[in-house]
């Protein structure tokens, strides 16, 4: 089940234990405290149950991770995907560093990193589609010029 779209910037950051606990809701696409104290357990933490329930909930508070409080015990879901908290993250950083621009950003995550043929691929199909999308934008609006010209 693919969490809700819901506009990341209503969102406040999380913490790197959230982030920690939100990673693992993200592995098991829903769980208990009990099982998510499983995999963390698995993983070399070894925190308390009552911890893990906190940042659950501050993670719910945010809007992070939805309940289910009809069975016994909490079953706790990811509201937000990977993907959406790395686009906002992304989006923040772009602002915070960038002054708003993406280049810059692009350019430091790409540069002296290793890439397969697949993901070059992908890579070149991305700013293709961009490409696209701007001359129609382009094109789109020269001709909005003309029309009241």
């Given at each position: ?12 950051a999380i913490s790197k234990t959230e982030l920690e606990v939100l990673k693992v ?7 208990t405290v009990r099982d998510i104290e499983a995999v963390l357990r698995g993983r ?66 790409v540069e002296g990193q290793r890439f397969t043929a697949e993901e070059i691929a ?28």
């Open positions: 089940m693919r969490p809700r779209r819901r506009e990341m910037r209503e969102r406040p809701l993200w592995t098991l696409d829903s769980g070399g933490r070894s925190w308390a149950y009552n911890t893990i329930l906190t940042l659950l909930q501050r993670l719910q508070s945010k809007g992070y991770v939805r309940s289910d409080k009809r069975a016994l015990a909490h079953v706790f879901r990811p509201a937000v995907s990977r993907e959406d908290l790395l686009r906002q993250s992304l989006r923040s950083l772009k602002e915070k560093v960038c002054e708003g621009t993406a280049a810059p950003l692009v350019r430091a995550m992908e890579l070149k199909d991305l700013v293709e589609k961009l490409d696209r999308k701007r001359s129609e934008a382009e094109g789109k609006k020269k001709k909005e010029t003309e029309e009241r010209s």
